[in-house]
């Protein structure tokens, strides 16, 4: 079974759509996040809910908005699309927000605009 | 932002131990080392983390300076899977889980 599984894996779209990116873990863990690594292949992160509140909300476009419908939940909702939210979108996951916690990453969602 | 250094890349032999090395000179008494590696098309995984002790688990062993201001992740046979960019990241308390990924070492495993 996939820990942090995301879907879709592939998303191509045209600028101006609204898309929605889903993302599930079966660990039974209280955190999850949502990191952006753009073509310059630098990682970071975007949100973070705990037991479905928002705990880290990083200086990005209010396109973008979370959503967490149960701990085990994370989706990503993202509005009239522009070229430079062209990247690939990774869910992760931990058993806590602690330092010493591992994050637990999905495969990513590949985001195309075109 | 806590911040450590990497080489930008690093090449290995099959089969040969890899020390891959991180500076993190500003580091505080309650930072925790993590290391994380990213293969080709894949997400982040999760390689190893301590805080003041040496850590081995079944991917890697983890050496910490004793001043804490350096580490190093020793893979200790490489493999051609091995092949990832791996990152050193300082994971602070009170951060709620904010991991700053920097740009990595780029680890290249010849056969």
């Known amino acids: 079974d996939t820990a942090v599984s995301q879907t879709p894996k592939y998303l191509v779209t045209q600028m101006g759509n609204d898309k929605s990116i889903k993302c599930e873990q079966n660990?039974?863990?209280?955190?999850m996040y949502w990191y952006k690594q753009d073509s310059k292949k630098f990682l970071k992160i975007m949100f973070s809910?705990?037991?479905?509140?928002?705990?880290i909300n990083e200086t990005v476009p209010n396109r973008f908005s979370p959503k967490s419908p149960d701990k085990a939940h994370l989706n990503l909702h993202i509005n009239s699309l522009e070229l430079g939210d062209s990247a690939v979108y990774f869910c992760?996951?931990?058993?806590?927000?602690?330092?010493?916690?591992?994050?637990?990453f999905g495969d990513g969602t590949r985001l195309s605009i075109l | 932002d806590a911040k450590t250094t990497q080489p930008n890349s690093m090449e290995s032999n099959e089969e040969e131990p890899v020390h891959l090395p991180c500076n993190h000179s500003?580091?505080?008494?309650?930072?925790?080392i993590h290391w994380y590696r990213q293969l080709p098309s894949q997400g982040p995984e999760y390689v190893i983390h301590?805080?003041?002790s040496n850590v081995n688990n079944r991917m890697a062993s983890l050496a910490i300076a004793e001043d804490r201001k350096s580490s190093t992740l020793i893979l200790h046979r490489a493999t051609l899977r091995d092949a990832a960019v791996y990152y050193c990241?300082?994971?602070?308390?009170?951060?709620?889980?904010?991991?700053?990924f920097g740009k990595g070492t780029k680890l290249s495993v010849k056969p």
């Open positions: 992760a996951s931990s058993q806590d927000s602690g330092a010493r916690r591992p994050q637990h």
């Open positions: 660990l039974g863990h209280d955190t």
């Open positions: 809910y705990n037991n479905k509140e928002l705990i």
């Open positions: 500003t580091i505080s008494g309650t930072d925790y």
């Open positions: 301590g805080l003041t």
């Open positions: 990241i300082l994971s602070v308390v009170g951060s709620q889980g904010n991991l700053i």
